[in-house]
């Protein structure tokens, strides 16, 4: 059965450099999104993607976020410069034309 | 804007029991989907069942089921039969009707330990 993937799993970095979290989609998914959750926090929306461009964004995904599908399969989260609040898991979902979004297993991102 | 209320932070049911989750949400919206995700100790989002607001009936999954209000803006997951396996992290959740992407508004979720 095809799954989201998302690597790394874990992904420790200092406050300050930059990170980039991947994902691999569904193969002929069409809409892609990422979502963060802190630890013991409710999962929030951070950006959904379709047809090459951002459709919509939260006030989280300020500008030290941006997104990528550079090869027509992976889809990646920068964060530029990370600060200590921006540790969560993060979860790359996608979605074809139906109303299920489905979802990879996350990156824990841990901002020391 | 969207927002989903779980206002039950934990609960606990023997195995074999019957559970409720309570969910209401608020919309402006009138075509929507509401959703009922699974969280376990593995932190993988599992989608348990969905309902389509346009849709009467009640969505029923094996054991589990929902109690659609639609005029109430509630949304109710019944877990039957509870099992060990059951224990996780619920998270309500809404996505309007859109041909763009939608993204997820989730609820804060209910922690739900079943025990022996």
């Known amino acids: 059965e095809p799954e989201v993937t998302q690597t790394p799993s874990h992904q420790v970095t200092q406050m300050g450099q930059e990170v980039i979290l991947r994902c691999v989609p569904i193969s002929n998914h069409l809409y892609f999104y990422w979502y963060r959750q802190i630890l013991g926090q409710k999962v929030e929306f951070l950006v959904s993607?379709?047809?090459?461009?951002?459709?919509?964004k939260s006030e989280i995904f300020d500008d030290q976020f941006s997104v990528e599908r550079p090869d027509g399969s992976n889809f990646t989260l920068k964060i530029r410069s990370t600060k200590l609040e921006d540790s969560a898991m993060y979860f790359c979902a996608s979605r074809d034309r139906g109303n299920e979004q489905f979802f990879g297993p996350g990156t824990r991102l841990t901002v020391l | 804007a969207q927002t989903v209320t779980q206002s039950q932070p934990e609960m606990s049911v023997q195995e074999a029991e019957t559970v409720t989750l309570s969910c209401t949400y608020d919309?402006?919206?009138?075509?929507?989907?509401l959703f009922w995700y699974k969280q376990p100790p593995s932190r993988q989002m599992i989608l348990v069942i969905r309902?389509?607001?346009?849709?009467?009936q009640n969505a029923t999954e094996n054991r589990f089921s929902v109690n659609f209000q639609k005029a109430a803006k509630s949304f109710s997951l019944k877990i039957s039969d509870s099992q060990l396996g059951d224990t996780a992290m619920y998270f309500c959740?809404?996505?309007?009707?859109?041909?763009?992407?939608?993204?997820?508004?989730f609820g804060t979720g209910t922690r739900l330990q079943v025990t022996l």
């Open positions: 959740a809404f996505m309007k009707l859109s041909i763009t992407a939608s993204k997820l508004t």
């Open positions: 309902q389509e607001a346009y849709k009467q």
């Open positions: 993607f379709y047809n090459n461009e951002i459709s919509e």
């Open positions: 919309t402006s919206e009138s075509n929507y989907y």
